[in-house]
């Protein structure tokens, strides 16, 4: 079991998926406004690349994992044009927020929201031409079990598009993020978003989470093949694209 698999968000005895979706209900409504500033708006870059990188197949059916408040969802469905993305999150919170959204932008006949187990997602097999998730899978409960449930639904041929904070590898960034990322953002996440726990612990999942060449062997495990990955903003966000064979 991966480290990250055994950090909760708070310490009362509930599954760690029960305190995923508590953390994000709770912090639904300053969400957007907090990882846009926290990210200084790089955040929107490092999405607009890993939609770029399945432009080239033009899916039509596309599954947003852990798609939160849509930020993703939004932009893949206004650069893709597929004909359907379905976004999925165990936060009914989040997701309303992203409702509104696209509601207001008039996308709810391409973009629809569903409440999944991302470990037991209830869709068929070989569902989707991509699937992707941004920010998201460092929270599973069990990282094996949710790729492989993510490759699972892709079609052969299909693709993935993963985009995940991550750990700078080299001086001085890596000291830098390390400062930033223990007081800077715990500090900031606490006073606007009034939930005590929540940026202590999407730090410490980052710190915890496989990176690099150990996270293409765990997509390859999960039945992906031509993984690969892409460092972004000196190592602060990492791109994982595969391929279901």
Same mark, same amino acid.
Request: proline content about 4%; hydrophobic content about 40%.
């Given at each position: 079991? !991966?480290?990250q698999e055994? #950090?909760?968000?708070?310490?009362?005895?509930?599954?760690?998926?029960?305190q995923?979706?508590t953390?994000f209900d709770n912090i639904?409504?300053t969400? @957007?406004?907090?990882?846009?500033?926290?990210?200084?708006?790089?955040d929107?870059s490092?999405?607009?690349?890993a939609?770029?990188a399945?432009?080239?197949?033009?899916?039509q059916?596309?599954?947003?994992? %852990?798609?939160?408040t849509g930020?993703?969802a939004?932009?893949?469905?206004?650069?893709l044009?597929?004909?359907?993305?379905?976004? *999925? @999150?165990?936060?009914e919170?989040?997701?309303?927020?992203g409702r509104?959204?696209?509601k207001r932008?008039?996308l709810?006949d391409v973009i /629809?929201?569903?409440?999944?187990?991302?470990?037991?997602?209830?869709y068929?097999?070989?569902s989707? @031409?991509?699937?992707?998730? %941004?920010?998201? #899978?460092?929270n599973?409960?069990?990282?094996?079990k949710?790729?492989?449930?993510?490759?699972?639904?892709?079609?052969?041929?299909?693709h993935? /598009?993963?985009?995940?904070? *991550?750990t700078?590898p080299?001086f001085?960034?890596?000291?830098?993020?390390?400062? !930033?990322?223990?007081?800077v953002?715990?500090v900031?996440?606490?006073?606007?978003?009034? @939930?005590?726990? %929540? !940026?202590?612990?999407?730090t410490?999942?980052?710190?915890?989470?496989?990176?690099?060449?150990?996270?293409m062997?765990i997509?390859?495990?999960a039945?992906?093949?031509e993984a690969s990955?892409?460092?972004?903003?000196?190592?602060?966000c990492?791109? !994982?694209?595969?391929?279901?064979?």
């Amino acid at each position: 079991m !991966y480290q990250q698999e055994t #950090i909760n968000p708070y310490s009362q005895g509930s599954a760690k998926a029960a305190q995923v979706e508590t953390m994000f209900d709770n912090i639904a409504p300053t969400y @957007d406004t907090l990882n846009h500033r926290l990210s200084w708006n790089i955040d929107r870059s490092w999405r607009r690349k890993a939609i770029k990188a399945l432009e080239p197949y033009k899916p039509q059916d596309i599954l947003d994992i %852990a798609t939160g408040t849509g930020d993703f969802a939004i932009m893949a469905a206004q650069m893709l044009a597929p004909a359907r993305l379905v976004g *999925t @999150d165990i936060s009914e919170g989040m997701m309303d927020v992203g409702r509104e959204k696209v509601k207001r932008l008039g996308l709810e006949d391409v973009i /629809s929201f569903e409440r999944e187990d991302c470990l037991n997602l209830s869709y068929a097999e070989n569902s989707f @031409d991509a699937v992707t998730a %941004a920010f998201g #899978i460092r929270n599973f409960a069990n990282l094996d079990k949710g790729l492989s449930e993510m490759c699972r639904v892709l079609r052969p041929g299909g693709h993935l /598009s993963i985009v995940e904070l *991550t750990t700078p590898p080299r001086f001085p960034m890596k000291q830098l993020f390390h400062l !930033y990322s223990h007081m800077v953002l715990p500090v900031y996440g606490r006073l606007i978003s009034k @939930d005590q726990s %929540a !940026y202590s612990y999407l730090t410490k999942t980052i710190e915890a989470f496989p990176q690099g060449e150990r996270m293409m062997e765990i997509l390859l495990k999960a039945g992906f093949k031509e993984a690969s990955f892409q460092r972004l903003t000196f190592g602060i966000c990492t791109l !994982y694209t595969a391929t279901k064979s």
